[in-house]
Nanobody
Framework: QVQLVESGGGLVQAGGSLRLSCTAS????????MAWFRQAPGKEREFVGG????????SYADSVKGRFTISRDNAKNTVYLQMNSLKPEDTAVYYC???????????????????WGQGTQVTVSS
């Protein structure tokens, strides 16, 4: 069993920045690939970015590439999502997730992930 807790969401103006954190407890999520997803009202949950076990490989959705950066601190069992140059279309609930079947790659489908956090709301005003 693992618990994931996201934090750092909030309201920000377009062009601003936020940093989300996801801290894991229980089974050591730090040993596996993790990712951030987001879900806007009326839309499906979509992949934002993923990071492999030791952070050597990251991947991003085209919509956030160059603006968002995913990183991790395994000693703290925490994954981060630095979001810069935020746009109103980035408004969503952001979730972190862990995939216990992967170490050195990241999947992009929500059903590839085993555990999820409760989500944190990010709202970007225009």
């Amino acid at each position: 069993q693992v618990q994931l807790v996201e934090s750092g969401g909030g309201l920000v103006q377009a062009g601003g920045s936020l940093r989300l954190s996801c801290t894991a407890s229980g089974r050591t999520a730090a040993s596996y690939a993790m990712a951030w997803f987001r879900q806007a009202p009326g839309k499906e949950r979509e992949f934002v970015g993923g990071i492999t076990r030791f952070g050597g490989i990251t991947s991003y959705a085209d919509s956030v590439k160059g603006r968002f950066t995913i990183s991790r601190d395994n000693a703290k069992n925490t994954v981060y999502l630095q979001m810069n140059s935020l746009k109103p279309e980035d408004t969503a609930v952001y979730y972190c997730a862990v995939d216990f079947s992967r170490l050195h790659s990241t999947g992009r489908g929500p059903n590839e992930y085993d555990y999820w956090g409760q989500g944190t709301q990010v709202t970007v005003s225009s």
